[in-house]
């Protein structure tokens, strides 16, 4: 059974810019969390989708947001990047277990 | 106060040496642990999940946890080079959401 991927693991971008990060769950997975881990802050949870819904959310500005598709996949997106928003950005799906299973991440610069 | 503490560590152990790793918390309304193992550059892998007082053994690992105390471990015993690692406590008190603890850097020298 494939893991969780995620897509671009790399990423450079300058302050002001947006980006958005894709996350496959494994298949038939249908919750999809998405965290962030600095070298601060650790790691820090900012939503989980549920069946295209959000249902549940971190202490993350607006900035922040995402979406889930029908097949389960979901995006996250950051509007007006800030260089404190460089980090790991990783992805975990869930059968609804609570056992979450992560991907590799998307490793964020924003210069 | 954090509601997750973990010693950062790091902790250094010869080869085949029995390591002990511990969380504690706070908020009682946790009811699921687990036990992540992440390599450097890598996403964390799950080792360990429990969700009941008591002991859960898997091969070489066994996970720990006393809802009484709150307190959380997690036990390698014959630990191998490849254990070499950073290891974190995640809790949850369900809806998805993980609170980790900042993970224990293990090195195991051969």
């Known amino acids: 059974k494939a893991g969780v991927t995620q897509t671009p693991r790399y990423l450079i971008k300058t302050r002001g810019q947006q980006v958005t990060l894709s996350c496959s769950p494994i298949?038939?997975?249908?919750?999809v969390s998405w965290y962030q881990q600095t070298p601060g802050q650790g790691l820090q949870f900012l939503f989980e989708?549920?069946?295209?819904?959000?249902?549940n959310k971190g202490n993350f500005p607006g900035r922040f947001s995402g979406r889930q598709f029908s097949n389960s996949r979901s995006e996250m997106n950051v509007s007006t990047l800030e260089l404190g928003d460089s980090a790991l950005y990783l992805c975990?799906?869930?059968?609804?277990?609570?056992?979450?299973?992560f991907g590799p991440g998307t490793r964020l610069t924003v210069l | 106060q954090k509601e997750v503490e973990q010693d950062p560590g790091p902790l250094s152990v010869p080869e085949g040496a029995i390591v002990s790793l511990n969380c504690t918390y706070s908020?009682?309304?946790?009811?699921?642990f687990m036990w992540y193992r992440q390599y450097s550059r890598k996403g964390p892998e799950l080792l360990m999940y429990?969700?009941?007082?008591g002991n859960k053994e898997d091969g070489r690992f066994t996970a720990q946890v006393d809802k009484s105390s709150k307190y959380i471990s997690l036990f390698i015993r014959d630990s191998q080079p490849s254990d070499s690692a950073t290891y974190l406590c995640?809790?949850?008190?369900?809806?998805?959401?993980?609170?980790f603890g900042t993970g224990t850097r293990l090195l195991v020298s051969p």
């Open positions: 975990a799906s869930s059968s609804g277990s609570n056992e979450q299973f």
């Open positions: 298949s038939g997975h249908r919750s």
């Open positions: 989708y549920f069946s295209e819904t959000q249902r």
């Open positions: 908020n009682s309304a946790f009811q699921y």
């Open positions: 429990t969700y009941s007082s």
């Open positions: 995640a809790l949850s008190g369900g809806f998805q959401k993980l609170v």
